[in-house]
């Protein structure tokens, strides 16, 4: 599903045996719609408590944030109830719909993402569709989308001081 993936795979299996299947976002369904430079100070993410997603990293690159502009928004959101780690700033939204998902990256600047591995990760792809500025971890999969200082910043995984943007 993506070139990275592609190339992990393809490595430890025999020669030939493996295709790329590339993933993609729907345009239609994932756009813009409210003016980029409209948008508040806000910061979006997806929070998932599966270790390689490494929440607590976007968490605390939020914070930095928080404390560098003590003004900034955070929309968070994932399909449990509130995490108990995010501070009372944060907004939380349980299972959101997809057109409240779009609500979400249209009324936010930049999307964080934390990840350890992805083979494609949506959430970035789906919110840079929407006009976000995305922050990412290096984490595989979003190359297909994501490079360093062209479409998005990327840093090392477990490094929430270089992830967390500067809004």
Same mark, same amino acid.
């Given at each position: 599903?993506?070139?990275? &993936?592609? !190339?992990?795979?393809?490595?430890?299996?025999q020669e030939g045996r493996t295709i790329c299947v590339p993933e993609g976002i729907d345009h239609r369904?994932?756009?813009? &719609?409210?003016? @980029?430079?409209?948008?508040?100070?806000c @910061?979006?993410?997806?929070?998932s408590t599966a270790p390689y997603k490494a929440p607590g990293d976007a968490v605390r690159a939020l914070e930095i944030c928080k404390g560098q502009q003590p003004g900034v928004q955070a929309i968070v959101f994932?399909?449990?109830p509130r995490p108990d780690r995010l501070p009372p700033w944060m907004e939380y939204h349980q299972n959101v719909p997809e057109a409240e998902l779009v609500r979400i990256y249209n009324?936010?600047?930049?999307?964080?993402c934390s990840s350890l591995a992805e083979g494609f990760a949506f959430p970035p792809a789906e919110a840079m569709a929407c006009g976000c500025a995305?922050?990412?971890?290096?984490?595989?999969?979003?190359?297909?989308?994501? !490079?360093h200082e062209v479409t998005a910043l990327l840093s090392?995984?477990?490094?929430? !001081?270089?992830l967390?943007?500067?809004p």
């Open positions: 599903i993506s070139k990275w &993936l592609y !190339e992990n795979v393809s490595a430890v299996t369904r994932f756009r813009i &719609l409210c003016d @980029i430079a409209a948008r508040p100070r @910061i979006s993410m997806f929070f994932g399909t449990g009324q936010s600047s930049i999307f964080i995305v922050v990412t971890t290096d984490c595989g999969g979003n190359r297909d989308y994501a !490079e090392p995984p477990r490094d929430p !001081e270089a967390a943007p500067a």
